[in-house]
């Protein structure tokens, strides 16, 4: 079996628990980064108990230089390589982060610093790696929110869209050098992250009425999407922005 090294940031929750329990399962190994130490070790000895040696956890913040930086050292100390990077880690700011007039600059910098600047960091860390091998696939997670606007979440919309533009500057400046860069769009996924909104009955059906299929996503289905953009299956699939959304968007 081709067992890669894949890299996961935000792994200890929701999406990203998800794509790296899936890229186990595959065989893979998992270099698992997100903010909460504790987290990673709970995963380690829940979901992941069975593929012990298969995961490498690293805590820390993606929008913080020497962070990635000792993510990516790490993995390459312990593996040699680095052949997938799923950036996933992401917010979508506090209660106060709304419309622009009343989100403060603080929070609209904290949520582009974790969104945009984790992204551009984490892929930044990777690409002279990939270069050298001249092979690398990058998958950032992004949303619908790249495409439509959230009312009342101009900050989390914002970053989103800028992460697929990012998506596709890597992918046209570096699929000469054999590296793929795409980016996965999600709708409505019931993850701890949108867990408030849909426990309430009510919100739950103002959101479904405007999903054609009448679900929520999993985090399994993110998991199952992003399993095959980074695998060789999608091989000619670069610069994509794959939105999967049960219809949402396409409405
Ligand atoms: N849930 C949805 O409906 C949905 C829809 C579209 C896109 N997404 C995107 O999917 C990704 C994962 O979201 P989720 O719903 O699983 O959220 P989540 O809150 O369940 O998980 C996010 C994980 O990222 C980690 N994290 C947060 N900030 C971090 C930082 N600065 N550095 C390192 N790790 C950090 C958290 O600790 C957590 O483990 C995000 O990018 C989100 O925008 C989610």
Known sequence: MN???VIVTGAASGNGLAIASRQLA????????????????ECEAGNWAAHRGAVLAVAGD???????????DQALSVHGRIDVLINNAGITGSQAATDVH???????????AINVRGVFLGCRAVLPHMLGRRAGVILNIASVASFVAFPKRAAYTTSKGAVVQLTRSIAVDYARSGIRC???CPGMIET??????????????QVLSRIPQNEIG??????????????????????????????????
């Open 26 to 41: 595959a065989g893979d190994f998992v270099v698992a980064f997100d903010l909460s130490a504790q987290c990673l070790a």
């Open 218 to 251: 999993t985090p399994g289905d993110v998991a199952a999407a992003a399993e095959f953009l980074v695998s060789d299956n999608a091989r000619y699939v670069n610069g994509a922005a794959l939105v999967m959304d049960g219809g949402l968007t396409a409405a």
């Open 182 to 184: 795409n980016a996965l």
């Open 62 to 72: 993606v929008s913080n230089e020497a962070d990635i930086q000792r993510l990516v």
């Open 192 to 205: 701890p992250m949108t867990q408030w909104r849909l426990d309430q009955p009510d919100l739950r059906a």
């Open 3 to 5: 067992q890669r090294v």
């Open 102 to 112: 009343t989100t403060s600059v603080e929070e609209f910098d904290r949520v582009m």
